[in-house]
C-alpha cells in the first residue's frame, strides 16, 4: 500500500475548501430555506385558519403539502447533484441530516400525533432546531446559528402555549428562521458570485 501524508497546512486548506464549497451550495440553495419559508407557514397560517373557525376534523389537511415540498426537494437536489462534478463531503452530510429530519418530522406528524398530541409541535421546533443548528455548524453561519436557537427556544414556549395556537407558532418561526434568512443567503450569495 501507497501511504500518503498530507502537510497540516495541506490539510487545513483541503478542509476549508470543503467549507466554503458546502457555504457555496447552500447559499445558493438558500433557495430549501425559502421554500420551506413558504411552505410552513401556508400549511400553519391555513391550519390555523381552519381551527380557529370551526374545521378542527379537517384542520390538519393543508399539511399534505409537506410530503409534496419533500419530494420537489429531492428531485432538486438529485439534479442538481448531476450536474455538478465533485461530492462535497459536508453538503452531503448536511442534506442527509435534513432528509432524516424531515423524514421523522412528517412520520411524527402523519402517524403519532394522536400519540404526542401537545407535544408535536414543541418536538417538531426543537428537531428544526438542532438541524438548522446543525447546518449552521458546518457553513459557520451565525445566521443560522441563531435561527436554530430560535427554534429551540419556540420549541420549550410552545410547551406553554395553548394547542390551538400551535400553528400560528410554527408558521411565524418558519418565516423568522427559514424566509427571512434563506432570501438574506439568496441575495447575499448573487450579490458574491455574480
Not at 410530503?67 to 455538478?84: A, F, H, Q
Not at 398530541?117 to 446543525?134: D, F, H, K, R, Y
Amino acid at each position: 500500500m501507497k501511504k500518503s501524508s498530507l502537510s497540516p497546512e495541506r490539510s487545513i486548506e483541503l478542509i476549508e475548501e470543503m467549507i466554503h464549497k458546502a457555504r457555496i451550495r447552500f447559499e445558493e440553495n438558500g433557495f430549501a430555506f425559502i421554500l420551506w419559508g413558504c411552505i410552513v407557514p401556508l400549511a400553519s397560517f391555513s391550519q390555523t385558519y381552519l381551527l380557529y373557525n370551526g374545521f378542527a376534523k379537517i384542520s390538519w389537511y393543508p399539511y399534505f403539502l409537506m410530503p409534496l415540498g419533500m419530494v420537489y426537494m429531492m428531485w432538486y437536489y438529485l439534479n442538481k447533484e448531476r450536474k455538478s462534478q465533485g461530492k462535497n463531503h459536508l453538503s452531503v452530510i448536511s442534506s442527509r441530516l435534513w432528509l432524516f429530519t424531515g423524514l421523522n418530522i412528517m412520520l411524527m406528524g402523519f402517524f403519532f400525533s394522536t400519540y404526542l398530541q401537545t407535544s408535536l409541535v414543541p418536538i417538531i421546533l426543537i428537531l428544526i432546531g438542532i438541524a438548522t443548528g446543525v447546518a449552521a455548524s458546518f457553513i459557520r453561519s451565525k445566521l443560522l446559528l441563531y435561527c436554530g436557537l430560535m427554534f429551540n427556544i419556540g420549541g420549550y414556549i410552545a410547551f406553554f402555549t395553548p394547542l390551538i395556537n400551535h400553528p400560528l407558532l410554527m408558521g411565524v418561526l418558519a418565516i423568522l428562521g427559514f424566509l427571512i434568512p434563506g432570501i438574506i443567503l439568496h441575495f447575499k450569495h448573487k450579490k458574491e458570485y455574480v
